[in-house]
T-cell receptor, first 116, second 115 residues
Framework: EAGVVQSPRYKIIEKKQPVAFWCNPI?????LYWYLQNLGQGPELLIR????????DSQLPKDRFSAERLKGVDSTLKIQPAELGDSAVYLC??????????????FGEGSRLTVL | KQEVTQIPAALSVPEGENLVLNCSFT??????LQWFRQDPGKGLTSLLL?????REQTSGRLNASLDKSSGRSTLYIAASQPGDSATYLC??????????????FGQGTILTVHP
């Protein structure tokens, strides 16, 4: 069974350019997360989806970040325009369902963004 | 707001040693606690998940315990090997308050096992 798939793995852009990341969760997983991870830090939640509904986007900088999960399957995270401080790894994760004791999370390999 | 702390931040041991990684959290209202492993440039790999009603979980040379009332978990690695070198992260799935439904991570312990 395929795990969580993310693309691209690496992206280098100049500041003020747009960038988009794509995530395909494990089949059947209703909950999808986007996390941001800075070097030497633990991941921080950007947005959580239950099916196609964004149930927690309180940490998403909405002036430049947007996300969508059409049809409740794969998801796209967009940054426009990118800033130098956005350089980080963007991780996607999925689970069968979020709020229960056996809700194990599975992560993709991440998309590493470098903004020059 | 839930806060997760991991101690030590870094650990270097010779091959074969048994070692303990510590994780503490401030809010005991959790659904579960997960331990993850992260290799450089890679995503997170789930190692063990302990539900809030459980006390411990074991997988091979790994054993994780949970004391929810005191807000602590430990990851025990037996007979460490160089291949265990990685960053180990713990995370709690919050069951209450403003962090409801969120997975809060610690900052990780960087483990180096040298031959």
């Amino acid at each position: 069974e395929a795990g969580v798939v993310q693309s691209p793995r690496y992206k280098i852009i100049e500041k003020k350019q747009p960038v988009a990341f794509w995530c395909n969760p494990i089949s059947g997983h209703n909950t999808l997360y986007w996390y941001l991870q800075n070097l030497g830090q633990g991941p921080e939640l950007l947005i959580r989806y239950e099916n196609e509904e964004a149930v927690d986007d309180s940490q998403l900088p909405k002036d430049r970040f947007s996300a969508e999960r059409l049809k409740g399957v794969d998801s796209t995270l967009k940054i426009q325009p990118a800033e130098l401080g956005d350089s980080a790894v963007y991780l996607c994760a999925s689970s069968l369902t979020a709020v229960r004791g056996d809700g194990e999370l599975f992560f993709g390999e991440g998309s590493r963004l470098t903004v020059l | 707001k839930q806060e997760v702390t991991q101690i030590p931040a870094a650990l270097s041991v010779p091959e074969g040693e048994n070692l303990v990684l510590n994780c503490s959290f401030t809010d005991s209202a959790i659904y579960n606690l997960q331990w993850f492993r992260q290799d450089p440039g890679k995503g997170l790999t789930s190692l063990l998940l302990i539900q809030s009603s459980q006390r411990e979980q074991t997988s091979g040379r790994l054993n994780a315990s949970l004391d929810k009332s005191s807000g602590r978990s430990t990851l025990y690695i037996a007979a460490s090997q160089p291949g265990d070198s990685a960053t180990y992260l713990c995370a709690v799935l919050n069951a209450g308050g403003t962090s409801y439904g969120k997975l809060t991570f610690g900052q990780g312990t960087i483990l180096t096992v040298h031959p």
